[in-house]
């Protein structure tokens, strides 16, 4: 235990911190990597590498869509519920077949892409058709998207009962997958605490490694 020294005044002065206790918090590790920065930054460079390859080839897809909506054409359709009932078959024209085969080869890609990605629903308590389609690229998105949407006008023009209006054209809604930006800074976050862990563990194997005595060393016997 350290001596506890009195002062001029009588009172009683706390004993010097050790070097050791001084060094908190992230000291250490800066100490560390200050002495051992080849190591830390060669960490640190191979981590970034490894994840920024990681981000880039995350999958990211494209989704288009477009809304048509429909209205009785004259006055033999009359009452929401029935309309209603009359516009549940458009959902099924644009997954047939057909219609598929179609988007898919508008936007150059497989049947079965077009189909893992398509979406067409009645919106609740309206009579609009919302139709999405998630592919790889902006362009395989918006070329399915519009000959979707030429599907579905084509088909309703022997419709007797509802006339298709177009709310929203065909055209980009957004983008799906992972955001590059937030892997990227999670890489650089671990690859900076990787770099001090590893420059502390180097720090740590060579303070415990057995010192040569000089005395022994200047006088080999």
Sequence with gaps: MAPVEATDSGRRSAPPLAAEDAEDGLRPALFAVARHWRAAAAVFLVVVALGTWVAFTLPTAYVAGTVISFLPRDDSVSGKNLA???????????????????AAAAAGVEP?????GLKAV?????LNLL????????QQAEAAA???HATVITDNETD???RAVT??????????????????????IVAVIL?????????????SAPQADPEVSRNPS
């Design 112 to 116: 079965s892409e077009v189909t893992a």
């Design 131 to 138: 139709v999405s389609v998630q592919l790889p690229t902006k």
């Design 195 to 207: 770099a001090g862990v590893t420059a502390l563990i180097i720090d740590g194997l060579r303070r």
């Design 160 to 162: 007797p009962n509802l």
């Design 122 to 126: 009645v919106q609740s308590e309206t």
């Design 167 to 188: 709310v929203s054209a065909p055209a980009m809604w957004g983008i799906t997958g992972t955001s590059k930006t937030l892997v990227l800074g999670a890489v650089v």
């Design 146 to 148: 519009e000959s979707l």
């Design 84 to 102: 209603s009932l009359l516009v549940e078959r458009y959902p099924q024209v644009v997954v047939s077949k057909g219609s598929v085969d179609a």
